[in-house]
């Protein structure tokens, strides 16, 4: 299925998405090599045909990864979530002969109001190898989203920021690249740097409901409205 053929199949919540972040045990690495960040990005694959979500932005770390994505159904996020994780722990431990926890527990999710906090959130994400000091420019990260946005560069995975996309005709991948390179002020890396609360406007937040340690949009008729 082309991507614009999903783009169109999925109708996804409106105004909602989750930044997503887990790391390895210990902060072990849990990617090694090329054929390990490959395999990742392929069940990425699988279950956005499976499970329905949108990813906008993304990036994959030797021992932790961020996914910033929109679910065409949220109470399925953590299922979507774990199926992914399980399966990558079985090629791990079929591939490395390891045993045990290869993740640093239950992942984190942190849901953002698209309008306001989407991009900024994407940026946090897409920085991590150039606050890591692995590259000079963040696009030039192999596996990530950076290089979707900044380079044109088609991954089969990525889904253009709808906030970005209502301007992408006039700024452009330069522009991009312009505002990804500067350095993000300490307030908004806070709002993304833990995952431990929402992040959005009041009414925004008002709209949420917490089930299970997942921030969930209430439904009507639903306990707690």
């Known amino acids: 299925m082309t991507m614009a053929r999903y783009v169109k199949k999925h109708q996804l919540q409106k105004g909602l998405a989750y ?15 090329e054929e390990d960040f490959i395999y990742f990005k392929e069940l990425l ?6 499970h329905g979500f949108f990813l906008y932005h993304w990036v ?14 949220p109470e399925g996020l953590s299922a979507t979530i774990a199926g992914i994780l399980r399966s990558y722990v079985h090629y791990h431990h079929k591939k ?9 527990g239950r992942f984190k999710s942190q849901a953002i109001e698209k309008k306001s906090y989407l991009l900024a959130c994407g940026r946090y994400v897409e920085q991590n190898p150039l606050r890591a000091r ?53 307030e908004e890396e806070n709002f993304f740097r833990t995952l431990n609360k929402a992040v959005g406007s009041e009414t925004f937040l008002a ?3 917490r089930i299970k340690d997942r921030d969930m949009p209430r439904r009507k008729g639903r306990h707690g409205k």
């Open 207 to 209: 709209r949420l409901i």
């Open 19 to 33: 930044h997503i972040l887990n790391r390895g045990n210990a902060r072990s690495d849990v990617f090694h090599d």
């Open 134 to 186: 692995l590259v000079d420019y963040p696009w030039e990260w192999p596996h990530s989203s950076a290089k979707f946005y900044c380079l044109g560069a088609e991954d089969q995975l990525t889904v253009p920021d709808p906030i970005w996309d209502k301007e992408r005709n006039k700024t452009g991948y330069k522009q991009y690249q312009k505002w990804l390179g500067k350095k993000i002020e300490e």
């Open 45 to 50: 694959k699988r279950y956005r045909e499976t």
């Open 60 to 73: 994959l770390m030797n021992n932790h990864f961020h996914l910033v994505m929109e679910m065409e159904e």
């Open 96 to 104: 490395y002969n390891s045993a045990g926890h290869l993740w640093q």
